[in-house]
């Protein structure tokens, strides 16, 4: 059981839009802010936004972010094939051993 | 560039302790701001973080794991290792490296190892 909530799943066409939920609470999103990971099959996770809304050199602005309370969302827009992945959120949790937490992993289907 | 590398045992037996090694090219375990993290993912499954040290050799460790868990560093060889004791089936995972970024309120992992898979059986 992941310490932050996802959405199993969600599917859009190409070239549209989609949103993946983050749910925490008061002692991980609420306090901290997030990233968000982007995890092709058979390889690594890799970083898309930290800080809530920033993005690594090279991430396109297709992919954005942002933090409400205790709740973050990712979006990307003009879906592409290649986008077809797992995308994890990822904060600091202050209550348990200070350490990191995630959640548990969106499969996004680009139909 | 920044690169980090994981390397250990691909087979264990249950019972016996795991000893990880990640190797880190193209920054300094000496850093400020930055250190290391384990975080594993077992088949179709989520990402869960294990324990991260930090250049001032601080650490920090999963409450669920933590009796089970230690890591260190070796800053002149650029290496970062995880024990794990008393290896069990549901321990079997691929173990990923990650470099942490982090200030006051912030903490995120900015370069990850390809992952080594760690099956545990007999």
């Known amino acids: 059981q992941s310490v932050l909530t996802q959405p199993p799943s969600v599917s859009a066409a190409p070239g549209q839009k989609v949103t993946i939920s983050c749910s925490g609470s008061?002692?991980?999103?609420?306090?901290?802010?997030v990233s968000w990971y982007q995890q092709l099959p058979g390889t690594a996770p890799k970083l898309l936004i930290y800080d809530n809304n920033k993005r690594p050199s090279g991430i396109p602005d297709r992919f954005s972010g942002s933090k409400s309370g205790t709740s973050a969302t990712l979006g990307i827009t003009g879906l592409q094939t290649g986008d077809e992945a797992d995308y994890y959120c990822g904060t600091w949790d202050s209550s348990l051993s200070a350490g990191g937490v995630f959640g548990g992993g969106t499969k996004l289907t680009v139909l | 560039q920044v690169t980090l590398k994981e390397s250990g045992p691909v087979l264990v037996k249950p019972t016996e302790t795991l000893t990880l090694t990640c190797t880190v090219s193209?920054?300094?375990?000496?850093?400020?701001?930055?250190?290391v993290s384990w975080i594993r993912q077992p088949p179709g499954k989520a990402l869960e973080w294990l324990a991260h040290i930090f250049s001032n050799d601080e650490k920090s460790y999963s409450t669920s794991l933590k009796s089970r868990l230690t890591i260190s560093k070796d800053t002149s060889k650029s290496q970062v290792v995880l024990t794990m004791t008393n290896m069990d089936p549901v321990d079997t995972a691929t173990y990923y490296c990650?470099?942490?970024?982090?200030?006051?309120?912030?903490?995120?992992?900015?370069?990850w190892g390809q992952g080594t898979l760690v099956t545990v059986s007999s």
């Open positions: 193209g920054f300094s375990l000496s850093n400020a701001r930055m250190g």
């Open positions: 990650a470099r942490i970024v982090a200030a006051a309120g912030t903490g995120f992992f900015d370069y």
């Open positions: 008061s002692s991980n999103i609420g306090n901290n802010y």
